[in-house]
C-alpha cells in the first residue's frame, strides 16, 4: 500500500502564493506518476499539475505559468508551489501517485481558500 500525506493548505489573499508538499510512503516502487488534482464545491476533481517519472509535466490551462511542480526523490515529496493565487483556486486539492500498473493513490486532501 502507499500512504499520501498532503500540508501546505490554508487561507490567503488573492495575489498570495502557498506551496503544498505531500510525503509518500509505504510501497512507494515503480511510481509511474506523482502530481496534484483538486475539486472545488460542485465540480469535478481536475487535474492540476501531474509529473511522470520520465521527468514531463503537465498542467491545466488555468494554472500555467502560476503553479510548478517538483519533486524530490530522495524525500519522496512532491510540492506544487502556486503563485499569483486567485479565487478561483479555492478547492481541497489531493496529492496523486501512480505505480506501473497499479493505482491510482489519493491523499486526504488539503483545503486551499483564497480571499478576494
Known amino acids: 500500500q502507499v500512504q499520501l500525506v498532503e500540508s501546505g493548505g490554508g487561507l490567503v489573499q488573492a495575489g498570495g502564493s502557498l506551496r503544498l508538499s505531500c510525503v509518500a510512503s509505504?510501497?512507494?516502487?515503480?511510481?509511474?506518476?506523482m502530481g496534484w488534482y483538486r475539486q472545488a464545491p460542485g465540480k469535478q476533481r481536475e487535474l492540476v499539475a501531474l509529473?511522470?517519472?520520465?521527468?514531463?509535466?503537465t498542467y491545466v490551462d488555468s494554472v500555467k505559468g502560476r503553479f510548478t511542480i517538483s519533486r524530490d526523490n530522495a524525500k519522496n515529496t512532491v510540492y506544487l508551489q502556486m503563485n499569483s493565487l486567485k479565487p478561483e483556486d479555492t478547492a481541497v486539492y489531493y496529492c496523486?501517485?501512480?505505480?506501473?500498473?497499479?493505482?491510482?493513490?489519493w491523499g486526504q486532501g488539503t483545503q486551499v481558500t483564497v480571499s478576494s
Open positions: 496523486y501517485l501512480s505505480r506501473i500498473g497499479v493505482g491510482p493513490y
Open positions: 509505504g510501497s512507494i516502487f515503480s511510481i509511474d506518476a
Open positions: 509529473q511522470t517519472r520520465g521527468g514531463g509535466t
